[in-house]
């Protein structure tokens, strides 16, 4: 089904890229490689039916295993905001959306959604100032339940859930440059309760769980360095591990469990290097190519919004409003489609999508011309290949 040009803004995604040459502790990328957008990535982009809930931004888009959830958001109008606090869940399977109940939390956008394994959990979230409350939302029984409030505001963090516990780590973008970090949340699923984990000044920018535990990517903005630390066993404290050899131009960054290793994207400007974590102390490199369209996961300047990036068959995806990448480390391949084609013409921003097997799900957010319209509640499903 070709989409409409008008069908637009529906991401704001992304991968990690990098590149460069390690000399004397130091990435030194080559600026005077043009991008090469390797082969083609053959994409199938289709429009979703028309949801039954008003166009908006800043609302969760949410996959549970089988359907769509989105929830919450704004109307994007600064002189008139509207919050919402409805949603509604999609099924590719059905082709039909369905109607969430009412839910006592105040209208709300930029809020934190996370699936559990069984329920949507909402909290926090920003109305003309920001929250702490949250409650769950179980798809099976339809009905949702309190849950206790977070012991700071929470907006747009990344959410990672380990073991019985959830670990909330700051958003990926808007790092506040001169103040103190935000400390890593904890939310002990089995026992509902807290707990603040201070990260001593660094902002953690990505999560990844290894075959030993939890590792974070952290970004010291007052000296511009890049490190890797470990979660204890309790999830109680960061223990420090790597400080990576990078050039302080990096501009973002990305961690990935391969599967048998960490492995990190790093990146300045279209320059890109894949690296992989061994022991701990020492990366192998696993390829490095130049690529506007593969994009990095963690913006560590600026004010942009976080990309998408992931692994599959050993094989690193991105999404990101410059269109589609994927990077094959074995074979040393890049395949790429641009955004004119991986979103039909759209304006994907202010939207990241879900990963729902070989496909990419986003729904809603602002139009080409900036606004929110009512072409702006329609979603996409972009169809990737398998191989």
């Not at 100032?129 to 929470?154: C, F, I, T």
């Not at 903005?221 to 790597?242: K, W």
């Not at 560590?300 to 992931?310: A, E, F, S, Y």
Request: overall charge positive.
């Amino acid at each position: 089904m070709k989409i409409p040009i008008s069908r637009r803004n529906f991401l704001a995604v992304g991968a990690a890229t990098v590149g460069g040459i390690l000399a004397g502790g130091a990435v030194l990328l080559n600026q005077s490689e043009e991008p090469s957008e390797g082969d083609k990535l053959y994409v199938t982009p289709t429009s979703l039916p028309k949801a039954p809930i008003a166009p908006r931004t800043g609302h969760s888009v949410t996959w549970t295993g089988s359907e769509l959830a989105v929830w919450g958001g704004w109307n994007g109008d600064k002189a008139r905001p509207q919050y919402f606090t409805d949603g509604a869940l999609y099924s590719p399977t059905t082709r039909l959306w369905r109607m969430m109940p009412k839910v006592s939390l105040s209208p709300r956008s930029e809020h934190l959604a996370v699936w559990s394994g069984s329920e949507l959990l909402i909290w926090g979230g920003d109305a003309s100032g920001l929250l702490r409350d949250g409650a769950a939302y179980s798809p099976q029984k339809n009905v949702w339940r309190a849950l206790p409030d977070a012991p700071l505001e929470l907006s747009a963090a990344e959410p990672r859930v380990y073991s019985r516990s959830i670990i909330f780590a700051p958003a990926r973008y808007r790092i506040p440059l001169g103040k103190p970090a935000v400390p890593l949340l904890v939310f002990d699923q089995e026992n509902k309760r807290w707990r603040v984990i201070k990260g001593s000044g660094v902002h953690v920018i990505d999560m990844a769980a290894d075959s030993a535990g939890v590792v974070a990517l952290t970004f010291d903005p007052s000296r511009n360095v890049l490190m890797t630390q470990r979660l204890d066993r309790d999830l109680a404290r960061l223990e420090r591990a790597t400080k990576l050899p990078l050039d302080s131009s990096v501009d973002s960054a990305g961690l990935l469990w391969s599967g048998t290793g960490l492995v990190g994207v790093f990146s300045e400007g279209s320059q890109s290097r894949i690296v992989e974590l061994g022991d701990g102390t020492r990366w192998r490199e696993m390829g490095r190519f130049s690529s506007r369209v593969f994009r990095s996961k963690a913006e560590l300047h600026g004010d942009r919004q976080p990309n998408r990036m992931w692994m599959a068959s050993g094989h690193i995806w991105s999404a990101s409003s410059h269109g589609v990448a994927v990077y094959d480390p074995r074979a040393a391949r890049l395949r790429s489609a641009s955004r004119t084609v991986a979103f039909a013409g759209g304006c994907p921003s202010e939207m990241t999508p879900v990963i729902a097997g070989n496909q990419l799900l986003m729904w809603g957010g602002r139009g080409c011309d900036g606004f929110v319209g009512k072409d702006d509640a329609m979603g996409m499903a972009v169809e990737l290949p398998t191989r």
